[in-house]
């Protein structure tokens, strides 16, 4: 076998390879290959082929390590030492078990169990329980361990009582044992540092994670992942349990495109390298969840299948019933229903009942729901009420899970009172799982979770025609994540290096094109994202404050509010009007949508000055109302307005409504948000704060002539319009300013930007601030654009500022043309300084656009957002 590249001859004690293997294993397999270059005994022989063999099979060359394993045993057994040729046979037995042929694995660490003693059975013990870990047979495992522990204790072997503490909180992992397992996990990374095992010590640190992960600790999960994926590459290692535990995590977090991206890469490697024949098995399966999670439920179903193959004909009965579970969903999930797949989905839940799984919840779910699409009603309520099993200290995900189990079984029922009480502790449980997270991304998909328990809640309300319940219910889960601001301390060194860094590669990038370059700006902006991510939140003290209906309309006075909530792809529209809450069906929420891209797109056309020819923005803005707000439109009065849009909706130019043409429109992504912006006081020194970036000729005059109207504002531009300038100058600002180029990343809402002298100030930059500016005006194209992502939240360059304390915010939502926004600036700044709010003052400066299509199209591409 050849020196792997880098490696240096170097002498070891042959007691010493087998230590050495599992912690550098390119240092065992070029230190084996000393020793037997000499003349060494039979049992020194035999260490060295044994140490090669566990160092390639660390590596992925299981093949290679049982044919290692077969001459070391032949020498173990011309040695005549017993105690050689068991530990040579139990790490057989162990790699056989790995390679899928358990049957013959388990065979050998029995002969290796009755030809040791002492400490050295426990060092066999253990290996046999890594076999039965893998099979599923966690109980037998458990007491493999529970006996080599105090053995090896005993005899002071601390690297295997630290590989014994390891897989002992494996198997207390697997049956629930949180606190157990991170015991002997915190022990085993003692003794695995202690001793300078530094592979397994990154694989403590992995399982470390994995901890946090079943605690619902998201944050904490990603960093010990991402530390031990730092440690593994030290020691040259690619550890295919890392990338399936990393899949795992993220599609708890809501990210299953990068979940499944993570498995996608990981198959490659696969493909490319080889694996562990059980290895092939979990990455397939992990492969099947993330395909599954995106919704490519073909790809779900064969990757699945590949998986439940392999698992059967290594006998690991566990691993193949929960595989068998994700080909069951994605058929579910495909439209199949029926008495067939109910009667496979049953016999799984049982299966996976009695093997203790932690999937038999969602196949007691999945059943409960097939059955009462099957009108089995007695079939339904007792799987319902197996999927609503769950103890108290369970994770808040699980928690929420089994909330809905017993809000499905409560309607089913008739019983709507249990159903609405399940449906608002699920919740609970899922506001208590997302203010674990500091990172706003992982906050706005956490809500994705709750989708089902507010439809459940919100088809009641629609059912019983009761507006008021429907507006509660749509703001239960409606933009929390904008509830709080997100936690990332201003002073993180490490993240304003990185924000700089990444400033400085792009503005490069925008003068000249480089592939280096390009492959440095997405490694800065995934630091960037995974520091973020890594967050830790906050959860907030006391009970979380409630929406609350009467101050709402106490708050409201003269002003209409209109929400729109979505039930079953029907678009509703609730009016708060003089107290009065009342509700109006408007139409199909896709209608709506082909509505919102026609006006979008025409008003792209027109703010460039392009043809005339197409329909008017005055039939536009007609059809526009009727899509959108339907009989609600003719209830408005001359009235301010509120919009409440759900997320999808949310780059509606509001102004292209006749309805709202030439009326004072705040729009939120919730009531709350705008009750919160209410609140809101100004700050007490007025300071005003002007923003021009580079490549503006129309901005530098937009801006010019608002410094003469404000004389004491400070102004940033020509080379000054630094992001730490513009950032310490807009903390806390009483208005503020921008003119600069944005830029709307849909692939990553969060690195969307604002061009600046040195660089884009992202969204990550923005949340560095310790309070945004009172009001804010970005004259910039697709500013107040956001993705809408998880249950109806919305991330975005302008969403991302309401969280921090900005009380209005004008921006717009399609492409405008740079010149004609000078006057609309202008004249909206003449309106603030008169005293009237940003909604009014944008109002009148858009009436004030008068015939000029250009600036028409201008005035109603902006949005007022917030109060």
């Known amino acids: 076998m050849p020196t792997p590249a880098g490696s240096a001859d170097v002498a070891v004690a042959p007691e010493s390879l087998l230590p050495l293997a599992l912690s550098r294993p390119h240092d065992a397999i070029a230190a084996a290959q000393v020793l037997l270059s ?66 013959e694995g388990l065979a050998n660490l029995g002969r290796a169990v009755d030809l040791s003693r002492g400490a050295l059975t426990g060092r066999v013990l253990v290996r046999r329980a890594d076999v039965l870990l893998i099979l599923g047979r966690h109980r037998e495992a458990l007491d493999d361990l529970r006996s080599a522990i105090p ?100 599609l708890a977090a809501g990210l299953s495109t990068e979940a499944l991206a993570e498995m996608d890469q990981a198959i490659v490697r696969m493909e490319a390298e080889g694996a562990q024949a059980t290895k092939r098995g979990e990455l397939w399966f992990a492969a099947a969840s993330a395909a599954l999670a995106t919704g490519d439920l073909p790809a779900a179903r064969d990757r699945a299948d590949r998986a439940r193959r392999l698992f059967s004909a290594q006998h690991r009965e566990w691993w193949a019933v929960r595989s068998s579970m994700v080909q069951l969903e994605a058929r579910y999930l495909s439209g199949e229903k029926g008495p067939r797949l109910l009667r ?67 309607e089913a029922r008739a019983d709507v009172r249990g159903m609405l009480s399940a449906c608002a502790r699920g919740l609970d449980a899922l506001d208590e799982h997302r203010l674990t997270m500091g990172a706003t991304e ?133 009016v708060v009007r003089d107290g009065t809450i009342s509700r109006h069906t408007v139409g199909p929420v896709a209608t709506a949508a082909v509505e919102v891209e026609r006006s979008r797109f025409r008003l792209r056309w027109l703010a460039h000055g392009r043809s005339q020819r197409g329909p008017s923005l005055d039939v536009l803005g007609s059809r526009l109302g009727e899509a ?20 999808r909706l949310q780059a509606l130019p509001w102004g292209l409504l006749p309805s709202m043409a030439d009326r004072p429109v705040n729009v939120v992504p919730s009531a709350a948000t705008w009750l919160r912006a209410r609140r809101l006081r100004p700050p007490s020194d007025r300071r005003v704060v002007l923003v021009l970036g580079p490549g503006l000729s129309a901005g530098r005059a937009e801006v010019m002539r608002l410094a003469q109207r404000y004389p004491e504002a400070t102004v940033l531009a020509n080379g000054d319009a630094t992001a730490e300038k513009v950032l310490h100058a807009l903390d806390g600002a009483w208005i503020a300013h921008i003119a600069a180029h944005g830029t709307f990343r849909s692939d ?120």
């Open 38 to 103: 000499g003349e060494p005994t039979p049992a020194a022989a035999s260490l060295a082929h044994q140490a090669t063999a566990i160092a390639v099979r660390q590596l992925g060359d299981v093949t290679a390590a049982i044919r290692e394993l077969r001459i070391a045993l032949q020498l173990a057994e011309r040695s005549g030492r017993p105690d050689r040729e068991a530990d040579v046979l139990a790490t057989l037995g162990a790699t056989l078990g790995r390679a899928g042929r358990s049957r």
């Open 151 to 250: 053995r090896l204790r005993r005899s002071g072997d601390q690297v295997w009582e630290a590989r014994s503490r390891n897989y002992r909180g494996f198997v207390q992992l697997a049956l629930g044992g949180t606190k157990r397992a991170d015991a002997d996990f915190a022990v085993a990374e003692r003794l695995y540092a202690a001793t300078g095992q530094e592979f397994e010590y990154a694989e403590a640190r992995q399982n470390r994670g994995l901890v946090a992960f079943s605690r619902g600790d998201l944050p904490t999960a990603l960093g010990y992942l991402d530390e031990a994926g730092r440690r593994f590459e030290a020691v040259g290692v690619v550890w295919p349990d890392l990338a399936i535990d990393r899949c795992g995590v993220l």
């Open 344 to 410: 496979r989905v049953s016999e799984v839940a049982r299966r996976l009942d009695d093997l203790g799984a932690s999937e038999a919840s969602s196949a007691h779910l999945l059943a409960g729901r097939l059955a009462l699409a099957d009108g089995r009603a007695r079939t339904a309520d007792r799987h319902l009420e197996l999927a609503g099993r769950r103890s108290k200290d369970a994770p808040p995900l699980a928690r929420s899970a089994a909330w809905l189990g017993k809000a499905l079984r409560s």
């Open 442 to 574: 992982l906050r706005a998909l956490a809500t994705g979770h709750g989708a089902e328990l507010a439809e459940l809640a919100l088809r009641d309300a629609l059912r019983r025609d009761d507006a008021s319940s429907l507006l509660v219910w749509g703001e239960r889960w409606r933009a929390t994540a904008l509830t709080v601001p997100p936690v990332r301390p201003s002073d993180d060194e490490q993240l304003v290096g990185d924000l700089a860094a990444l400033r400085d590669v792009v503005r490069r990038l925008d003068a000249q094109r480089d592939a280096a370059l390009e492959r440095e700006r997405r490694r800065l902006e995934k630091a960037v994202r995974e520091r973020a991510l890594r967050a830790q939140g906050q959860p907030l003290s006391g009970s979380t404050t409630r929406f609350d209906v009467e101050e709402l309309v106490g708050a409201l006075e003269e002003t209409v509010l209109i929400e729109l909530i979505e039930v079953d792809d029907v678009l509703h529209a609730v």
């Open 628 to 647: 959108i707000l339907g009989p609600a439109q003719h209830l408005l009065g001359d009235r301010p307005v509120v919009m409440v849009p759900p997320g």
């Open 748 to 867: 990553s809402p969060l690195f969307s930007s604002l061009r600046l002298d040195d660089g884009p100030l992202t969204v990550y930059d923005f949340e560095r601030l310790h309070r945004a500016p009172y009001r804010l005006v970005l004259s910039s194209c697709d500013s107040g654009l956001a993705k809408p992502v998880g249950a109806d939240e919305l991330l975005g360059l302008s969403s991302s500022l309401i969280p921090l304390g900005a009380a209005g915010i004008l921006a717009s939502v399609v492409p405008v043309n740079d010149p004609a926004t000078v006057p609309l600036m202008t004249a909206l700044h003449d309106n603030l300084q008169a005293g009237q709010s940003l909604a009014a003052a944008f109002a009148g400066a858009r009436t004030a656009a008068a015939d000029d299509p250009v600036a028409v199209a201008a005035g109603r591409s902006f949005v007022a957002l917030g109060a």
